[in-house]
Structures are given as structure tokens and as C-alpha cells.
């Protein structure tokens, strides 16, 4: 990285440092109105956002990005109008930003509070989702944080466009447009650049493949709010009902496959395979579903091929899907102990008793009976835009939404109390 840039990333920072103090003191009503401006300039200038993403979809064209990339990656017209009425959602929200949390008085007549505040400035660090520029951003304002922005190069001239909307919006509002800023680089210098910067950046949120967040997590020196890749699961036990579970198992691979939220793997006991076959393979074959099975799914479903490692731990991102047949809820429970990445896990069943087993101990941020694991969503369960779904355990677990970017403050009034 040459050295201008590095000063030019230590400069943003220092500016959405400084804005997020301002920004942290603004009423509800006054960043609310800042939300819905940003939204409706979005809205208007959705042609200029893009022909701007029209450059970034050939660039991916030309470099061979695969159709789920390709996905993440795409703009159009209701996509753009989604993330601006997700802005309009954040804005009715509660804000935690400014709640008293607790309130005791001691002995002494010392009066403590806890108070929700900002965490400050928040670093995104994601890949190819351009509409993580408006998530992110409508989220860090709405609970009073400023936002440096840095997209991946795939997604350079969308976030550059949008970014610069965001920024014209401000300029409308209470809200200084330097609470929003964005590294237009495509150097990885840049990036890493953030990772030491805990004198300006209070916490990195990374958001994209295993390799981003690997690298922010084990290369930082500022703390991290982990997202994780969704590895997920669908377990269709023995007791299930049978077009509950094709349903959701469809709903589940086939409604977004690209998306983290989407099922990887369907665990089927045996007793529902040997009895549902017939029904399974037809669904299977509608809704173009390639398996990789196990040596007792491969004996069964026609064309399916044969599972290695990979198939069990990785993302599939696609129509594909890996099947493994299993005589009770133990065997698995344990098959996603070694390869579930505590995203979301499903279970279909109408045993209450094999419901309550798997949902108390099966380790994940999100677990579902007789549902898709797609709610696994900030819109989805009533948060507006998420930041990022979070698989660790310390201070935010699962979709992030407004609180999980606030921590406390102890604030104390006497009347000259000592100790």
C-alpha cells in the first residue's frame, strides 16, 4: 500500500471519529428523517446505481464469477427498492441508542443508570453484497455510530455510486455525511489497514466468504464482531410430517441458494426415507436438486453422487445439496457438531420430546422446528436491514440489528458524594 493511501485511510477514520460524536447526541426524529431521505435518493437515482452495477456485473463476467457470486453481486430495480424501504424499516424501529437500561440509588443517595449508547465508529468489511452499503450504513446511523465502508473489488463502482448518493442525501439532513465513509480501493492493503486502527475504529464487522473473516479475525488488533458462513442444516426426523418437511426443504436450498441462510445439508432418518422415498425423489427432481449422499442416499436417489469431506463442510451456494441418512436425532445432532458452523439448524418433526433434544443441544445462533432456516433475517424477523448474522458467542449472537450496535454506559449523578 503505497503511502498516501494508508494516510488517506487514516484520514476517513479520523473524520467518522470525529462526526460520531456529533452523531451520537442527534434525536430519534432527526436521524429517523435522515434515513428516509437517504432512501428516497436511492429510489431516484436507482439509474445511476445501476449502470454503475452494470460495470461490475461485466467486470465479474469477464473474470468468470460463478452464478452465486454473480447473484450476490446483481442490482436491479426492485433490489435497489428493496434496501431503500429497508431504510424506511430501520427508521420506524425503536432506537436503543439513549435508553436507560437500569436505575438504582444507593445508600448514599448516589443515583446509577445504565445507558444504551453508540459503540462509535464501526469498520464493515464485506464482499460482494452491494446492498451491505445501504444495510450497514442505515443501521450504524439509526443507533448513532458512524460507518467506514469497504467493499470488495468486485463490487467497487456499485458501493462507489451508492456511497455518493448516501453522501449528497446528508448533505440534507442534521447527519455530517463524513459519519459515512468509504475506501474507494481495491488494494487489500487497505483493508488491512483497518485492522489496526483501534484508535479510530471501535469494532470490525466482517461479512462475506470464510477467508474475509478468517483473515479479520486472526489479523486484527481491533475487536471484531464475528458474522459466520452458513453451513446449514435440515434434520427430517422419523415423526416428521411429510409435506411440512419437503416444503421446507425446498423453501431452504431453493428459494436463495446463494444466501448464508440457505440449507447445505438435509440429514434424513431412516425410517422417513424408507417410508417417503417416492415423494422425496420427485421433489428433488422438480426443483432441479443435485444430491451428494452418503453411501445409503446414493443407493436411493437416482444420479446421486457420492459425498467427500468437502460436500459435508462447505458451502454449496447452488442447487446442490448434500444428503446423509441417519437411524436416530443423536447421529444428527453429531454430524453437525462436526460440520455445522453455528449458523442456523432445523429440525422437522412432530415429536416434542426429539424437538426439545435437538433444539438443547444443537450449538448454533439460530435453531428452527418445522421452519426454514431463510428467516434467519434481520427483515425477516422484524429488525429492518441486518448488519450481519453473528455465530459468536460475546455481546451480539445471530441477526444483528440496532442494539447489537450499542453497548452501556454507567452514568452516575450525586451531590458531592465521596468514598
Same mark, same amino acid.
Given at each position: 500500500?503505497?503511502?498516501?493511501?494508508?494516510?488517506?485511510?487514516?484520514?476517513?477514520?479520523?473524520?467518522?471519529?470525529?462526526?460520531?460524536?456529533?452523531?451520537?447526541?442527534?434525536?430519534?426524529?432527526?436521524?429517523?428523517?435522515?434515513?428516509?431521505?437517504?432512501?428516497?435518493?436511492?429510489?431516484?437515482?436507482?439509474?445511476?446505481?445501476?449502470?454503475?452495477?452494470?460495470?461490475?456485473?461485466?467486470?465479474? $463476467?469477464?473474470?468468470?464469477?460463478?452464478?452465486?457470486?454473480?447473484?450476490?453481486?446483481?442490482?436491479?430495480?426492485?433490489?435497489? !427498492?428493496?434496501?431503500? =424501504?429497508?431504510?424506511?424499516?430501520?427508521?420506524?424501529?425503536?432506537?436503543?441508542?439513549?435508553?436507560?437500561?437500569?436505575?438504582?440509588?444507593?445508600?448514599?443517595?448516589?443515583?446509577?443508570?445504565?445507558?444504551?449508547?453508540?459503540?462509535?465508529?464501526?469498520?464493515?468489511?464485506?464482499?460482494?453484497?452491494?446492498?451491505?452499503? +445501504?444495510?450497514?450504513?442505515?443501521? +450504524?446511523?439509526?443507533?448513532?455510530?458512524?460507518?467506514?465502508?469497504?467493499?470488495?473489488?468486485?463490487?467497487?463502482?456499485?458501493?462507489?455510486?451508492?456511497? @455518493?448518493?448516501?453522501?449528497?442525501?446528508?448533505?440534507?439532513?442534521?447527519?455530517? @455525511?463524513?459519519?459515512?465513509? #468509504?475506501?474507494?480501493?481495491?488494494?487489500?492493503? +487497505?483493508?488491512?489497514?483497518?485492522?489496526?486502527?483501534?484508535?479510530?475504529?471501535?469494532?470490525?464487522?466482517?461479512?462475506?466468504?470464510?477467508?474475509?473473516?478468517?483473515?479479520?479475525?486472526?489479523?486484527?488488533?481491533?475487536?471484531?464482531?464475528?458474522?459466520?458462513?452458513?453451513?446449514?442444516?435440515?434434520?427430517?426426523? !422419523?415423526?416428521?410430517?411429510?409435506?411440512?418437511?419437503?416444503?421446507?426443504?425446498?423453501?431452504? $436450498?431453493?428459494?436463495?441458494?446463494?444466501?448464508?441462510?440457505?440449507?447445505?445439508?438435509?440429514?434424513?432418518?431412516?425410517?422417513?426415507?424408507?417410508?417417503?422415498? =417416492?415423494?422425496?425423489?420427485?421433489?428433488?427432481?422438480?426443483?432441479?436438486?443435485?444430491?451428494?449422499?452418503?453411501? @445409503?442416499?446414493?443407493?436411493?436417489?437416482?444420479?446421486?453422487?457420492?459425498?467427500?469431506?468437502?460436500?459435508?463442510?462447505?458451502? #454449496?451456494?447452488?442447487?446442490?445439496?448434500?444428503?446423509?441418512?441417519?437411524?436416530?436425532?443423536?447421529?444428527?445432532?453429531?454430524?453437525? =457438531?462436526?460440520?455445522?458452523?453455528?449458523? @442456523?439448524?432445523?429440525?422437522?418433526?412432530?415429536?416434542?420430546?426429539?424437538?426439545?433434544? #435437538?433444539?438443547?443441544?444443537?450449538?448454533?445462533?439460530?435453531?428452527?422446528?418445522?421452519?426454514?432456516?431463510? #428467516?434467519?433475517?434481520?427483515?425477516?424477523?422484524?429488525?429492518?436491514?441486518?448488519?450481519?448474522?453473528?455465530?459468536?458467542?460475546?455481546?451480539?449472537?445471530? %441477526?444483528?440489528?440496532? %442494539?447489537?450496535?450499542?453497548?452501556?454506559?454507567?452514568?452516575?449523578?450525586?451531590?458531592?458524594?465521596?468514598?
Amino acid at each position: 500500500m503505497t503511502t498516501m493511501t494508508k494516510i488517506n485511510v487514516k484520514q476517513q477514520a479520523q473524520a467518522a471519529q470525529k462526526a460520531s460524536k456529533e452523531l451520537g447526541l442527534l434525536s430519534t426524529e432527526t436521524k429517523n428523517k435522515a434515513l428516509n431521505t437517504i432512501a428516497d435518493h436511492l429510489e431516484k437515482n436507482t439509474a445511476l446505481i445501476l449502470e454503475a452495477n452494470s460495470k461490475d456485473l461485466a467486470n465479474g $463476467k469477464d473474470a468468470g464469477y460463478d452464478a452465486a457470486y454473480m447473484d450476490r453481486l446483481a442490482l436491479d430495480e426492485d433490489r435497489v !427498492k428493496d434496501f431503500a =424501504d429497508g431504510l424506511r424499516q430501520v427508521a420506524k424501529l425503536d432506537d436503543p441508542s439513549g435508553k436507560v437500561t437500569d436505575e438504582w440509588t444507593l445508600e448514599n443517595g448516589l443515583n446509577v443508570q445504565t445507558i444504551r449508547v453508540p459503540l462509535g465508529v464501526i469498520g464493515m468489511i464485506y464482499e460482494a453484497r452491494p446492498n451491505v452499503t +445501504a444495510d450497514a450504513t442505515g443501521l +450504524a446511523l439509526k443507533s448513532g455510530n458512524a460507518i467506514v465502508l469497504k467493499g470488495g473489488s468486485s463490487a467497487i463502482n456499485s458501493n462507489r455510486q451508492i456511497v @455518493s448518493v448516501m453522501k449528497e442525501a446528508l448533505q440534507e439532513t442534521e447527519i455530517s @455525511s463524513d459519519a459515512v465513509q #468509504f475506501i474507494d480501493s481495491t488494494d487489500r492493503s +487497505a483493508t488491512e489497514e483497518l485492522f489496526t486502527m483501534k484508535e479510530h475504529i471501535d469494532v470490525l464487522i466482517p461479512r462475506g466468504g470464510g477467508k474475509l473473516i478468517s483473515a479479520v479475525v486472526n489479523n486484527a488488533t481491533v475487536p471484531v464482531l464475528e458474522t459466520g458462513v452458513g453451513n446449514c442444516h435440515i434434520y427430517i426426523d !422419523k415423526d416428521a410430517d411429510a409435506e411440512k418437511a419437503l416444503a421446507i426443504l425446498v423453501n431452504a $436450498k431453493t428459494d436463495r441458494p446463494a444466501v448464508c441462510n440457505a440449507a447445505e445439508t438435509v440429514i434424513i432418518h431412516e425410517a422417513f426415507l424408507n417410508t417417503h422415498k =417416492d415423494k422425496l425423489i420427485a421433489t428433488l427432481e422438480e426443483n432441479n436438486i443435485n444430491v451428494y449422499g452418503d453411501d @445409503s442416499a446414493c443407493e436411493v436417489i437416482p444420479g446421486a453422487m457420492k459425498a467427500d469431506q468437502d460436500h459435508w463442510a462447505n458451502e #454449496f451456494l447452488s442447487l446442490d445439496i448434500a444428503m446423509k441418512i441417519v437411524s436416530d436425532v443423536d447421529e444428527a445432532i453429531a454430524h453437525i =457438531d462436526e460440520f455445522g458452523t453455528k449458523h @442456523s439448524e432445523a429440525i422437522v418433526t412432530e415429536n416434542e420430546n426429539t424437538a426439545k433434544r #435437538f433444539k438443547g443441544m444443537v450449538d448454533a445462533a439460530a435453531i428452527y422446528q418445522n421452519a426454514s432456516t431463510r #428467516f434467519t433475517d434481520g427483515s425477516a424477523l422484524g429488525f429492518g436491514a441486518e448488519i450481519g448474522i453473528s455465530t459468536q458467542k460475546l455481546h451480539a449472537r445471530g %441477526p444483528m440489528g440496532l %442494539p447489537a450496535l450499542t453497548t452501556i454506559k454507567y452514568v452516575m449523578t450525586g451531590n458531592g458524594q465521596i468514598r
